[in-house]
């Protein structure tokens, strides 16, 4: 049974650092790759980043290019995401999701992907 669990948000000052994790539990990290997404008050549910374990490879949004990283402990069937230089238009509450590796082309595509989790909120105060 797979189950993902997100934790680590919290409050924050701009300019402030977050690292959110992932338990992903049951999921093979030879044929499913981890994605984060956000859901901000109002807005859809957007694409942050995702990260192929077996590859070594992560994929980030524009927006969180080179303030955010991704990465993973597979042994312990955790993800985690490094979130920098944080801005308050990055407040949302963040979910991580699993899905096939096929499906890497449209990784920042949300109906791609299974979500189990209850998210975890982040919020920078400016």
């Known amino acids: 049974e797979v189950q993902l669990v997100e934790s680590g948000g919290g409050l924050v000052q701009t300019g402030g650092s977050l690292r959110l994790s992932c338990e992903a539990s049951?999921?093979?990290?030879?044929?499913?790759?981890i994605g984060w997404f956000r859901q901000a008050p109002g807005k859809e549910r957007e694409g942050v980043s995702c990260i192929d374990t077996r590859e070594s490879r992560t994929y980030y949004a524009d927006s969180v290019k080179g303030r955010f990283t991704a990465s993973s402990d597979n042994a312990k069937k955790m993800v985690y995401l490094e979130m920098n230089t944080l801005r308050p238009e990055v407040t949302a509450v963040y979910y991580c999701a699993s899905t096939q590796r096929s499906v890497l082309m449209i990784w920042d595509v949300p109906g791609a992907w299974g979500f189990g989790g209850q998210g975890t909120q982040v919020t920078v105060s400016s």
């Open positions: 049951g999921v093979n990290f030879d044929e499913f790759v």
